[in-house]
C-alpha cells in the first residue's frame, strides 16, 4: 500500500476538493462540444440569440424615432409668435386664472408646450401661449418640446389646431390670425388656407370679418373676444348705416348697464320689444294712432279706423318720407 492510500485510509478517505473556480471551467470543458459540427451548431446557436437580443433593441430604439427632447426652460427665453391670436383679454378672465392656479401647485406646467430654436439661441413659442404666460407671470421653468424642422407654415398649423382642441379663440382672435398668415403669404389665399387647416372656407371668411370690424364696433363690447360668430354678418351690415343713426346705436350700447355680450349686441342692434311713444297730438287728439317697435321693425296703427285704398297709399307714402328724412336717405325722383 502506497503512503498516499494510507494517508487516506487514517483520514477517512476524505478527498482534497478542488477550488470553486475550477469547477465551472471544468464543466465548461466537459459540455464543450468535441467535434467539428458540434462546435459549428454552438456557434449559431450563439448567433441566434445576438441577433434576437439586437432586433430587441433596434425595436426600442425605434420607439424614439423622430422624438423631440423635452426639457425645462426659462420662459423669458420663450417669445410668442407672429400669428400668435391670443387677446391680453385672454390672460385675465376666469379660465386663465384657474389654469395659472394648477400649474402653480405642480411648480410648472405638466403638458408641454411647443417652441423652435431661434437663430439668437432664444425660442419662437408654436402652441401653448396661455401656459406659457402663466409660467412666465410666476416664475415658474415652462417645460417644453423643442422642434427645430417646423417651417413657418407648419408652426402656423400646429398652432391652429392646438388653440382649437384646447380653448377655441374668439372670432376677432381668429380673424386676426388668419389676416396675418394671409399677409404674410403662407397662403395664396383663404380657400388654400381653409383646405390646409382643415376648416371651411366660410369660417375663414367670417373670422377675417370679424377682425375687419370698424374700431368704434369692436370698443363698443368690453373686449374684442366678447364678440360671437353668428353676430359678425349683422355687425358688419351696421357700418352701411347712415353716420347719424350709426352713432345712435353706438351711444345705446355705451349706456347699456348690465354689460353682458348679449345685451350690448342687442343693443347695436336696436334690438328688444318696447312700447315707442306716441307723437303728443296724435295721442292727445284722438289716442287713435299707436307706434310700437318690435325686434328690427316699427309698426304704426291706427285703432278704430277704416282707410280706403288710397288714403292708405297716401299714408304710406307720408310715413315713407317721414323716415327717409330721419335716416338722411334722399327721395328718389
Known amino acids: 500500500m502506497s503512503i498516499k492510500d494510507r494517508l487516506l485510509a487514517k483520514s477517512g478517505n476524505i478527498g482534497v476538493a478542488r477550488p470553486a473556480s475550477e469547477e465551472p471551467q471544468s464543466r465548461e470543458r466537459d459540455s464543450a462540444p468535441k467535434t467539428g459540427p458540434g462546435q459549428m451548431l454552438a456557434f449559431r446557436q450563439q448567433m441566434l440569440?445576438?441577433?434576437?437580443?439586437?432586433?430587441?433593441?433596434?425595436?426600442?430604439?425605434?420607439?424614439f424615432d423622430g422624438a423631440q427632447p423635452v426639457r425645462k426652460l426659462d420662459p423669458k427665453l420663450v417669445h410668442r409668435s407672429r400669428w400668435a391670436n391670443r387677446h391680453e383679454d385672454s390672460y385675465s378672465?376666469?379660465?386663465?386664472?384657474?389654469?395659472?392656479?394648477?400649474?402653480?401647485?405642480?411648480?410648472?406646467?405638466?403638458?408641454?408646450?411647443k417652441v423652435r430654436p431661434r437663430e439668437d439661441g432664444e425660442y419662437e413659442l408654436v402652441f401653448g401661449n396661455r401656459r406659457h404666460h402663466a409660467c412666465l407671470v410666476d416664475n415658474l421653468p415652462v417645460l417644453a418640446q423643442i422642434d427645430e424642422q417646423?417651417?413657418?407654415?407648419?408652426?402656423?398649423?400646429?398652432?391652429?389646431?392646438?388653440?382649437?382642441?384646447?380653448?377655441?379663440?374668439?372670432?376677432?382672435?381668429?380673424?386676426?390670425?388668419?389676416?396675418?398668415?394671409?399677409d404674410a403669404g403662407l397662403w395664396p389665399s383663404q380657400n388654400a388656407m381653409a383646405s390646409d387647416v382643415g376648416v371651411s372656407q366660410a369660417h375663414v371668411s367670417r373670422s377675417i370679418a370679424a377682425f375687419a370690424l370698424p374700431s368704434t364696433l369692436v370698443e363698443a363690447f368690453d373686449s374684442p373676444n366678447d364678440i360671437q360668430f353668428p353676430w359678425v354678418k349683422d355687425l358688419t351690415g351696421l357700418s352701411k348705416l347712415e353716420p347719424r343713426v350709426l352713432a345712435e346705436r353706438l351711444r345705446q350700447a355705451k349706456e347699456v348697464t348690465e354689460r353682458t355680450p348679449k345685451k350690448v349686441f342687442a343693443a347695436l342692434m336696436d334690438d328688444g320689444p318696447r312700447e315707442a311713444e306716441a307723437p303728443k297730438s296724435a295721442r292727445n287728439n284722438t289716442g287713435l294712432v299707436s307706434v310700437s317697435v318690435s325686434g328690427k321693425d316699427t309698426k304704426v296703427v291706427c285703432k278704430k279706423t277704416v282707410l280706403t285704398e288710397e288714403q292708405q297709399q297716401k299714408l304710406a307714402e307720408l310715413v315713407d318720407d317721414f323716415i327717409q328724412a330721419q335716416l338722411g336717405v334722399k327721395p328718389t325722383a
Open 49 to 63: 440569440e445576438h441577433t434576437k437580443q439586437v432586433e430587441s433593441l433596434k425595436s426600442e430604439l425605434e420607439k
Open 93 to 113: 378672465d376666469g379660465a386663465f386664472q384657474e389654469l395659472r392656479e394648477a400649474i402653480k401647485s405642480t411648480q410648472g406646467n405638466v403638458v408641454p408646450i
Open 150 to 182: 417646423l417651417t413657418d407654415r407648419d408652426l402656423f398649423m400646429q398652432m391652429e389646431h392646438e388653440n382649437r382642441e384646447r380653448k377655441n379663440p374668439s372670432a376677432w382672435e381668429q380673424g386676426r390670425s388668419y389676416q396675418m398668415a394671409l
